[in-house]
């Protein structure tokens, strides 16, 4: 019965000058976040322009990130307001299963992104048939169930094991491999397993997302119209911004070996994929992007504009 003891989350945060100020930076980075992603998916279902395979997925990772930082910050947040640590192993458990379902189904996603940007560069004209909508919704609902398998795996292997020494996780929520540490049963064939998963959650997708933009690359430079290349690496270069940053974070955190790792490093590289990457994405899309900038025009001259 010893699982049902409630867990300490130890936090990113103590009551100093300093992290106060950190704390509030990153509440106002999750509200943003929040106010971001939900404004981009209400442009794209909104705007007539903006229905095409591109958008749609986009408007899926808005909604990805959305429940990322909701799944952490609110209780980082209320626990670090209310001085209390604790959280219970349920509590524990939908973390990890939805942490994981959500950044494994964002892996899957961008690369659905980045094999959509090769059909539109190099199959312009069979680009209608061949990223047709029912293909769209196939790719979308595939993202969201192997991120749900991934993270129903991890979550329930993690909470089996028994934990009878500390239950302090020195982190600001419950992540599998934080918690695993605490086990005080032998957990290698498990990390091993975890690996696995990762390599195969993070390394599917990355090769998929570095062929396409390989094929890209080519296309682009055999183009004669410098307008139209400056067209494709316009349309490209936000896609793979958003790759880089959610990528090299994750590779960063979940595939190094156990002896280079601290939990201290770890707690930042995590709160950076987890609390700023979801903020960046609304942002780089809206700046770098035409359509979605015409867009945003347009509604806020529709609801701002018109009261005025």
Known sequence: ???????????LFNYTQTHLFLFSVVFMTFLTSLMGNALLIVLIRGDPRLHMPMYFFLSQLSLMDVM??????????????MGTRSISPAGCGAQIFLFLTLGGGECFLLAAMAYDRYVAICHPLRYPILMN??????????????????????????????YCHSREINHFFCEAPSLVRLACADTTFF?????????????????????????????VLSMRSAAARKKAFATCSSHLAVVGLFYGT???????????????HDKVVSAFYTIFTPVLNPLIYSVRNKEVKGALRKWLEKHFMGHL
């Not at 990322?68 to 307001?81: D, R, W």
């Open 1 to 11: 019965w010893g699982v049902w003891i409630n867990f300490i989350l130890l936090g």
């Open 68 to 81: 990322l930082v909701s799944t952490i910050v609110p209780k980082m947040a209320a626990n670090y307001l």
């Open 133 to 162: 909508q029912r293909l769209c919704m196939h790719m979308t609902t595939g993202s969201w169930l192997l991120g749900g398998v991934d993270g129903l795996m991890q979550a329930g292997a993690t909470l089996s094991f028994p």
């Open 191 to 219: 990390e091993f397993f975890m690996y696995v998963c990762c390599i195969l959650m993070l390394l599917i997708p990355l090769s998929i997302i570095l062929a396409s933009y390989s094929l890209i690359l080519a296309a």
């Open 250 to 264: 994750l590779i960063f955190t979940y595939m190094r070996p156990k002896s280079y790792r601290s939990v201290a």
